[in-house]
T-cell receptor
Framework: KAGVTQTPRYLIKTRGQQVTLSCSPI?????VSWYQQTPGQGLQFLFE???????NKGNFPGRFSGRQFSNSRSEMNVSTLELGDSALYLC?????????????FGSGTQLSVL | AQSVAQPEDQVNVAEGNPLTVKCTYS??????LFWYVQYPNRGLQFLLK??????LVKGSYGFEAEFNKSQTSFHLKKPSALVSDSALYFC?????????????FGRGTSLIVHP
C-alpha cells in the first residue's frame, strides 16, 4: 500500500503570494489532518477533514484554509503569505476519527517564504 | 485543555547504553498516549501507543514506554541505543474521555546516539 503522499516537496514563495499544498492519504483512510512544524513551536494542528467536511480547526488565522475531495485527497491553501509561514507542512491520515487512532504522516512540504 | 511537555530539547547517549526520552502530559480525562519518531527530511512515524491495560508498552525498533498515571508520565526507553536511533522524537496525548480526539504533540526531543 502506498503511503501518504505530499506534493510538492519544496516550495519557495515571496511575501503576499498564495500557495496550495496537496496530500493524498493512504487508500481507505478517510481522515486527513494538517500540521505546521517549526523548530521553535514543534507540531501545531491546523485542521482535520473527514468525509469532505472540516471537523476540527486549530488556532490559525483565516489565511489558512483547506478542503477534502470525495476521494479523500486534501489540499491546503495559504493566502497572503508572511515570512512566519515558513515551515514544514505535514499531512497525516488515519482510517477513522478517534482518540486512539494512530496517524500516518507524509514527508511534508517544506515552504520557504522570502 | 490537553498538553504535553518534553523537558529535554536534546538527549545524548553512547551507543550500547540505555536511553530514556521523557514526556509528561496533562489531560482532563483518561489519556491515550503516543510516541512518534522523525528521521531527517521525513514525516513522523508511529512507534507505540498506550490505550489501556499494561503500563509497559512495547513498540517498533525495540522501543518501549512506561505509563505512570500518578506522575502523568510516559517516558520512552530502549535498553541498548543504536546510532541509527538518532532522530527527533515526539510524544502526543489525546483525550479518551470524549473530549477532542485530535492529539496534542510535544515540541520534540532530539536524540543523538554517539558511536
Amino acid at each position: 500500500k502506498a503511503g501518504v503522499t505530499q506534493t510538492p516537496r519544496y516550495l519557495i514563495k515571496t511575501r503576499g503570494q498564495q500557495v496550495t499544498l496537496s496530500c493524498s492519504p493512504i487508500s481507505g483512510h478517510r481522515s486527513v489532518s494538517w500540521y505546521q512544524q517549526t523548530p521553535g513551536q514543534g507540531l501545531q494542528f491546523l485542521f482535520e477533514y473527514f468525509s469532505e467536511t472540516q471537523r476540527n480547526k486549530g488556532n490559525f488565522p483565516g489565511r489558512f484554509s483547506g478542503r477534502q475531495f470525495s476521494n479523500s485527497r486534501s489540499e491546503m491553501n495559504v493566502s497572503t503569505l508572511e515570512l512566519g509561514d515558513s515551515a514544514l507542512y505535514l499531512c497525516a491520515s488515519s482510517q477513522r476519527q478517534g482518540s486512539n487512532e494512530k496517524l500516518f504522516f507524509g514527508s511534508g512540504t517544506q515552504l520557504s517564504v522570502l | 485543555a490537553q498538553s504535553v511537555a518534553q523537558p529535554e530539547d536534546q538527549v545524548n547517549v553512547a551507543e550500547g547504553n540505555p536511553l530514556t526520552v521523557k514526556c509528561t502530559y496533562s489531560v482532563s480525562g483518561n489519556p491515550y498516549l503516543f510516541w512518534y519518531v522523525q528521521y531527517p527530511n521525513r514525516g513522523l512515524q508511529f512507534l507505540l501507543k498506550y490505550i489501556t491495560g499494561d503500563n509497559l508498552v512495547k513498540g517498533s525498533y525495540g522501543f518501549e514506554a512506561e505509563f505512570n498515571k500518578s506522575q502523568t508520565s510516559f517516558h520512552l526507553k530502549k535498553p541498548s541505543a543504536l546510532v541509527s536511533d538518532s532522530a527527533l522524537y515526539f510524544c502526543a496525548v489525546s483525550d479518551a474521555s470524549g473530549g477532542s480526539y485530535i492529539p496534542t504533540f510535544g515540541r520534540g526531543t532530539s536524540l543523538i546516539v554517539h558511536p
